[in-house]
Nanobody
Framework: QVELVESGGGLVQAGGSLRLSCAAS????????MGWFRQAPGKEREFVAF????????YYADSGKGRFTISRDNAKNTVNLHMNSLKPEDTAVYYC????????????????WGQGTQVTVSS
């Protein structure tokens, strides 16, 4: 069982930055690929970014390329999402998730989810 707790959300003006953090209670945290997803009101959940286990390969949805950076600290069991140049359309609840599978952009393949943290970007 893996428990994930996100933090760092809030209200920010367009063009601003936020850093989301996700703390994991997992004995073998480094064996999980970690992903960030988001869900805006009235919309389906969408993939944001992932960072793989072991070598830490990263991948981003087009919406976040060049603006978002995902990182992990296996010693601290944390994964972060740095978001720069935020836009009103980034407003959503952001979730971190963990998987030992091999389909990293598909939220349905993730085994564990946090409760989410709200990000609101004002124009």
């Amino acid at each position: 069982q893996v428990e994930l707790v996100e933090s760092g959300g809030g209200l920010v003006q367009a063009g601003g930055s936020l850093r989301l953090s996700c703390a994991a209670s997992a004995r073998a945290f480094s064996s999980y690929t970690m992903g960030w997803f988001r869900q805006a009101p009235g919309k389906e959940r969408e993939f944001v970014a992932f960072i793989t286990r072991t070598i830490g390969r990263t991948y981003y949805a087009d919406s976040g390329k060049g603006r978002f950076t995902i990182s992990r600290d296996n010693a601290k069991n944390t994964v972060n999402l740095h978001m720069n140049s935020l836009k009103p359309e980034d407003t959503a609840v952001y979730y971190c998730a963990a998987t030992r599978g091999y389909s990293y952009t598909d939220g349905g393949k993730y085994d564990y989810w946090g409760q989410g943290t709200q990000v609101t970007v004002s124009s």
